[in-house]
Structure formats: C-alpha cells, structure tokens
C-alpha cells in the first residue's frame, strides 16, 4: 500500500467510525425522546393542543440569566414562587425538563395550559407537602394520586387545578379535567397528541438541543395582530397601519448561555407573504438603527438581527449579550426623598 | 496481447492517472496547508473541550452553535472553496506550467480519461482532508455537554457531510474549468471567490447566480449574521438547490472535459 493510500484508508476510516457512532447515537436516542425534543411522556397531551413549549431545566438554571435572575428576586416569576411553596420542590434541584402544552386565547380568557415536569420527585414527601395545603383534596385515579385545588376567578367562578404524580420521574400540573384525561390517557397507554400531524411535523423540526423551544399552529396564530401601526402613527389606534400576513405555524428556538440567542421560523400562506412579512421585521430593524442617536445600544440590537426567507418561510436570528439587555432595561427613577447616583456624586464633590 | 495502436479503455486508463495524480497530490505542500486550514476547527473544538473541563469562565457560544458556525461560514463559504481553487484549477494548469503535460499527452490515453483520473484523485485528497475533520469537530462539540441529546444532531451531521462533498464537487470543477481555460487561473479564481461570491448576501434574484446561495440553502444552520448576509439572506428549496448544483457541477466538469480534449497546447520552449 502506498503513503497516499495509507493516509486515505485513514480518513474513511474515520468518516466510517463516525458514521457509525452517529447512527448508534440516534437509535439510542430515539427511545428517550419520541418526537424531536419532547418527551415520550408529552405524547399524553390531548390532540387538541395547539402549542407546545419545553425547557431544558438543567440548562437554564445553568445560564447566566438565571444567575441573573437569582440576584434580582423581583425577577422571580411569582408562579414560580408559589409551585415551589406549593410543592416544596426546588426546580433548579429536582426539575430536568419542563414541556406545556396548551390550546391558545389571549389574556385571561386563555384556557389554563397543561404542564409536565420530569425529574426526580420524592413522591412521599410531596405528598406529604401537598396533603397538608389546606385547599387540596387529595384522591386517586386510576391508580395515581391527584391533589385537586379549587379556588374562585374574579368572576366568581370556580377554577379547579390538579397536580398528578404519574411516577417518581414524572409530575403533570394543569386544570382538572385536563390532568384527569392525560391520567386517564397514560394508564391506558395511548399517545393523543400523535393524531395532531400538524404540530407533530413542527415539534420533529425544533432546533435539537435547544435550551427552550415553542412550537405553535395556524389556530394559535388567528389570534395575533393582523396589523402594526405604521411608523409615526404611534399607537393612537389609527387605521394607517402595515398588514402582517398571516402565519400558518411559528416555531421558536433559544439558548441562553453565553447570551441569549434565538431562531424564529414562521411558516406564511406563500413566498410573497413571507417576503412581505420579511421586509416588516427588516424594516423595524432598520428603525431600530435609525434611533441609534438617541440610544446607541439600538444600534447594537439591531446588528443582533438577521433575516432572511426560504420560500414561504422567515427566518429570524438573533444574538443578544445580557449587558445589552441590561442598558435597554428602562433607568429606574430614585424614589422621592432618595437621591440619584448622579445626585451624590455632585454632593460628594461639593463636599470635597 | 492489448493493441498498442489503440489507446487504454477509458476506466483503466482514468485509474492510473488517477493513482499517479493522487500520490503527488496527497504529499504537496498545498495540501499540507490545506490540511492545517481545513482541521482548525478540530484543533478550536479541543480547545474549547478543555476550557470546559477546566471550568475556566469563558463567553464562548454553546458548543452546537460553534459548530453551526464553522461548517455554514468557515468551511461553506470560506475554506473548501478555497481548497477547490488550489487544487482543482492546478490539475491541467500545473502540468503546462511544469511543461509535463506532453509526457502525459503522448501516453496511449484519451485526454477525457486524463482529465477524470485528476479530476477524481483531486476528490479524493479534498474529501479525505475535509470530511474527518467535519467528523472530528462534531464529536467534539456535539458531546461537549455530554452525550444525552447527541442523536438529535447526528443528522445534521450526515447533510454537513453531503453538502462539504457537494461543494467540493461544484467548486472543484467549476475551477477544473477555468484552470483549462486559463494559464494563470488562481487570480480570477480568487476574485471570483471574494468577488462574485459575494453576490449571495443581496436581496432578489442575483444571489442564485452563485454557488454558495445553493449550497448555503442545503444546510440546516443558520448562524446569525451581521451586514448584508444577515440583512438579506435567502435560502433556496433544498430539492432545487440540489439539483441546480448537480446540473451545474456536470456542465462545469463537461466543458472542462471537452476543451481539454480539443485544445492545442503549446509548451513554451
């Protein structure tokens, strides 16, 4: 064998091993997420769901937004804080992965989504924690334990949320009648959400090993704004306004470590709308750099944006560093009778 | 016994050029430049495996992320463009420079069956460098965090594979063309590059006078991008942009073929 052909026998050797290994890979991997990033577990959620976001736990509490968020407790959802003073449970500690799925509506009209948590839950205890929150009634269901919440809207109406321990791996939240159906789904082994094609074929195409990812159908869709307000009209409501084609489906997809990086793919009726649709969101970048001389961090915002179209489809990037989130963020105004920085440090020299 | 007034059978004589071309072309300096250029990212990814494993503090982009920007910015757009301009335009071009190509030409081989064995011994060098590196720096950074989730971009890693092969096919012999149109077609070759290349990065229809707006459109990775590319990018129907690179790459390697068999050259003395 010549040198040259000894150095080639090396490299297909290598492509080989990869391929290989790269094959093994997805066959192994196949059984631990059944569709794209989601777990087996969230093919339980009804076929009528219209949105499905999850988040990789781990990798959150990992970043530096939720070092951030730790330092500044205000930035704490307060859901957050009252699932933890519910539960006893510390997502950073016993949370891998969160997926929630849910059926659209805006505001406070939108049904209560349906949430699953994966990751090591001390079933005893919680049960413990959760039999002792005076408004839960505990019950079992097809042998799984449901602790059921109930408590008045501000309509007077009654609201009911259920909590359900499927396993010690896995943790499902949402209104009753929703957890009771995944319950009744998982104990007879059917997988409902795999009748929705629609917005299977969207969860198969997420970004793999995104941080979080949100995927959403035409349904969801109908209920965003048709139109913008046309730059200089402000939002006094006037009828001059740019028309946003609509969107069949939305697919988003982010990490937030180093900084907080995003893919936006919106899928338009055809390639003249995803065109039109394109040129809105590269007309409010450009804007946002025309502003620059008021505020020059928009400068830098708007280089953290690309666009560009794939036949009926747009595609946003965007990149942002965490210190050009924090200059964006509103200056908070001293309180009265606190002085502002600028304020002590002109005292401090008058004082010198 | 062969009739040795008649010239070798076109594979037979294709696979002895093609062994000849290879053995030069494998141990040149080129390559060996080409090589280094081409497993940088290999060499970033160990780096960037080591940092990790240090715990040092870095602002380094997620592992996947670097890998999305190496193959669609560095190796797409940048290196194995190169790659196929160094080689494949020097596979006639060296032999007139180096006045050996009559030693060639008077061999009992037809000069299609030339321009194939070269044409194939420079896939090979090109896709023997390029593609383990490809390999190497996936599983580097796709494993960077662990192996959980490494199915899921495994078939990424497969289209980089096929797309790295195709764009040293269109390149390669777009510029197998041009070193058998020209004597000196290293310069043209690198305006062409960092000149009509550029083309991809406006809006409306001139992108798809380039090679890298149809390579670009078969990969999943879209890293963001600043300026104009960032701005206007577009991307074209996969099915299209493979067939627009398969006819092209044909029609490339055709003429290239063609004009060698039909052209005088005269050596200077």
């Known amino acids: ?352 | 016994m062969r009739d040795t007034t008649r010239p070798l059978p076109f594979f037979r004589a294709a696979r002895a050029v093609f062994d000849l071309s290879l053995e030069n072309m494998i141990w040149s300096r080129r390559s060996l430049l080409m090589a280094l250029l081409v497993g940088l990212p290999a060499v970033l990814a160990l780096v960037y495996r080591g940092l990790l494993a240090a715990d040092v503090p870095t602002r380094a982009v997620p592992p996947m992320d670097l890998y999305a920007i190496i193959v669609a910015i560095f190796w797409i757009c940048n290196v194995l463009p190169l790659m196929a301009l160094f080689h494949a335009t020097s596979l006639v071009a060296d032999e007139v420079e180096g006045r050996t190509l009559t030693y060639l030409l008077t061999r009992p081989l037809t000069r299609p069956a030339i321009f194939a064995g070269k044409f194939a011994a420079y896939l090979a060098t090109s896709l023997g460098i390029a593609l383990p590196s490809a390999v190497l720096t996936f599983f580097l950074l796709a494993t960077a965090r662990g192996w959980s989730g490494l199915g899921t971009s495994v078939p990424d890693l497969f289209r980089d594979l096929g797309v790295m092969a195709l764009a040293l096919v269109a390149y390669g012999a777009f510029f197998a063309l041009l070193g058998v149109l020209l004597r000196r077609p290293v310069i043209p070759g690198l305006l062409f590059l960092f000149g009509w290349e550029l083309l991809a990065n406006l809006p409306g229809y001139l992108p798809r006078l380039t090679l890298t707006a149809w390579l670009r459109s078969l990969i999943q990775h879209r890293p963001a991008q600043e300026g104009l590319a960032g701005l206007f990018g577009q991307v074209q129907p996969a099915g299209l942009s493979l067939a627009v690179l398969v006819v092209a790459s044909s029609l490339f390697l055709t003429a290239a073929a063609w004009l060698f068999s039909e052209r005088e050259y005269v050596l200077d003395q």
Do not use: C
């Not at chain 1, 990751?119 to 049960?127: A, V």
């Not at chain 1, 059921?148 to 009648?177: H, I, Q, R, W, Y």
């Not at chain 1, 390639?271 to 040129?279: F, R, S």
């Not at chain 1, 105004?333 to 606190?338: L, M, Q, S, V």
């Open chain 1, 1 to 352: 064998m010549t040198r040259s052909r000894l150095v080639l026998s090396v490299s297909v050797l290598i492509v080989a091993l990869g391929v290989v290994a790269g094959f093994g890979a997805l066959w192994l991997d196949s059984a631990r997420a059944a569709v794209g990033p989601l777990p087996g577990e969230g093919l339980v959620f009804p076929a009528d769901t219209h949105f499905v976001m999850g988040f990789d736990v781990k990798r959150v509490v990992a970043s530096p937004m939720w070092t951030r968020m730790a330092s500044k407790p205000e930035m704490r959802p307060e859901g957050l804080k009252q699932f933890e003073t519910m539960t006893g449970l510390d997502p950073a500690r016993d949370i891998d992965q969160i997926v929630v799925a849910g059926r659209g509506g805006a505001g406070k009209t939108a049904p209560q989504p349906l949430v699953i948590a994966t990751g090591r839950f001390d079933l005893e205890k919680l049960s413990g924690t959760m039999g002792m929150a005076e408004q839960a009634e505990k019950r079992q269901l097809e042998g799984t334990t449901l602790f059921t919440m109930t408590k008045e809207n501000e309509k007077g109406e009654t609201e009911s949320s259920t909590l359900a321990l499927l396993d010690p791996g896995v943790l499902v939240f949402g209104p009753t009648a929703g957890v009771e159906a995944v319950v009744a789904s998982r104990s007879r082994g059917e997988t409902p959400l795999t009748q929705n094609t629609e917005l299977i074929e969207l969860v198969e195409g997420v970004k793999p090993g995104s941080t979080f990812w949100v995927v959403g159908d035409s349904t969801i869709l109908a209920g965003m704004p048709d139109r913008i307000p046309a730059p200089g009209m402000g939002g006094s409501g006037s009828s001059v306004g740019l028309n946003l084609p609509p969107l069949q489906s939305l697919t988003l997809t982010g990490d937030f470590d180093p900084e907080l990086s995003m893919a936006l793919t919106g899928v338009a009726v055809d390639e003249a709308a995803a065109t039109k649709l394109a040129d809105v969101v590269r007309g409010l970048v450009a804007l946002m750099s025309l502003q620059a001389q008021q505020k020059p961090e928009l400068a830098q915002l708007a280089s953290a944006f690309s666009v560009s179209t794939e036949t009926n489809t747009v595609l946003i990037n965007a990149r942002i560093p965490y210190d050009l989130l924090e200059a964006l963020q509103p200056k908070k105004k001293p309180a009265p009778g606190e002085a502002s920085p600028e304020a002590e440090a002109s005292a401090a020299v008058t004082e010198d």
